[in-house]
T-cell receptor
Framework: EAGVAQSPRYKIIEKRQSVAFWCNPISGHATLYWYQQILGQGPKLLIQFQNNGVVDDSQLPKDRFSAERLKGVDSTLKIQPAKLEDSAVYLC??????????????FGPGTRLTVL | GQNIDQPTEMTATEGAIVQINCTYQTSGFNGLFWYQQHAGEAPTFLSYNVLDGLEEKGRFSSFLSRSKGYSYLLLKELQMKDSASYLCAVRDHMLTFGGGTRLMVKP
């Protein structure tokens, strides 16, 4: 069974530029999550989708971050414009159960973003 | 609010046993997870506890006391490859992670 796929793996941009990350979850997984992990810290949930609907985006900085999951499968996370403090690893995860309370979350390899 | 505490770093010797503690204060509780994360890699699932007691899985065991807001991860027969960060995460309506414990296993 293929795992969670993410691209790109690495991205370097200058502040005020825009960037987008892509995630393809495990086949059949209804729930998809985006996390931000700053170096030396645990992952912090940014947004949770169940199919193509948003379940929780309370910790998403909506003035600059946006995410979508239009067909209920893959998802994109965008930052526009980027700030220095956005430098982090962006992890995508998915879980099988439609409740969103879900069972185990499986993580992709992440995208390491550096903002200069 | 959510508050999850675990030690920042621990060091242990190959072949030994190490216990990584996690204490939590959360508004709700629907299970506690432990994940392993090697440097530069994604977190991988280790264990899940929702009822009090010990769950054993090979060299790894995890314990939960809901009344005390406490869990630990026990690693036996340590190997060099166990050097990683170990993340405690509590689920209520979402999964909240602690800062992680970086474990260094020395020969």
């Amino acid at each position: 069974e293929a795992g969670v796929a993410q691209s790109p793996r690495y991205k370097i941009i200058e502040k005020r530029q825009s960037v987008a990350f892509w995630c393809n979850p495990i086949s059949g997984h209804a729930t998809l999550y985006w996390y931000q992990q700053i170096l030396g810290q645990g992952p912090k949930l940014l947004i949770q989708f169940q199919n193509n609907g948003v379940v929780d985006d309370s910790q998403l900085p909506k003035d600059r971050f946006s995410a979508e999951r239009l067909k209920g499968v893959d998802s994109t996370l965008k930052i526009q414009p980027a700030k220095l403090e956005d430098s982090a690893v962006y992890l995508c995860a998915s879980s099988a159960q439609t409740s969103g309370w879900g069972d185990t979350q499986y993580f992709g390899p992440g995208t390491r973003l550096t903002v200069l | 609010g959510q508050n999850i505490d675990q030690p920042t770093e621990m060091t242990a010797t190959e072949g030994a046993i190490v216990q990584i503690n996690c204490t939590y204060q959360t508004s709700g509780f629907n299970g506690l997870f432990w994940y392993q994360q090697h440097a530069g890699e994604a977190p991988t699932f280790l264990s899940y506890n929702v009822l009090d007691g010990l769950e054993e899985k090979g060299r790894f065991s995890s314990f939960l006391s809901r009344s005390k807001g406490y869990s630990y991860l026990l690693l036996k027969e340590l190997q060099m490859k166990d050097s990683a960060s170990y993340l405690c995460a509590v689920r209520d309506h979402m999964l909240t992670f602690g800062g992680g414990t970086r474990l260094m296993v020395k020969p």
